[in-house]
């Protein structure tokens, strides 16, 4: 999972990556980068946030409030952190347009299977 900040400009604050073991489903994993990404938000004491995430199914189920039986309880994770900042805007963009956290998080994974060889 990787993730990166820009300020309204788009001019980089900073970026940050993780990998787990174990995760089910690119689904999920996407819903645990966005949890990731609120967490990490707060910590820098951002009041406003626009996330931008290459899932349109993830994005759906965030904007909807609709469950995902797979991932319902990150998706609550995601609502509860969402409430904690003033606003917070999610948005589906296109892969070729979210490079930076792709690469981040394929960065990210090929450290964790190095480690694990």
Known sequence: ????????????????STARK???S?????GLAIRYTLEHALDL???SLHVASDSQKIVRAINSGSPLSEN????QDIA????LFVDVIVVSI?????????SLAKQSLR??????S
Not at 72 to 75: A, C, D, Q, R, V
Not at 94 to 99: D, G
Not at 111 to 116: N, P
Request: charged share 15%; proline share 6%; hydrophobic share 40%.
């Open 45 to 47: 004491s951002f009041s």
């Open 111 to 116: 450290a964790l299977e190095q480690l694990g």
């Open 1 to 16: 999972m990787g993730w990166s900040f820009h300020d309204g400009n788009q001019i980089p604050i900073t970026q940050r």
């Open 72 to 75: 319902y309880g990150i998706l």
């Open 80 to 83: 509860h952190l969402s409430s």
């Open 94 to 102: 296109p892969r070729e347009a979210n490079l930076l956290a792709d």
């Open 22 to 24: 174990h995760i089910a």
């Open 26 to 30: 690119p689904l999920i994993a996407e």
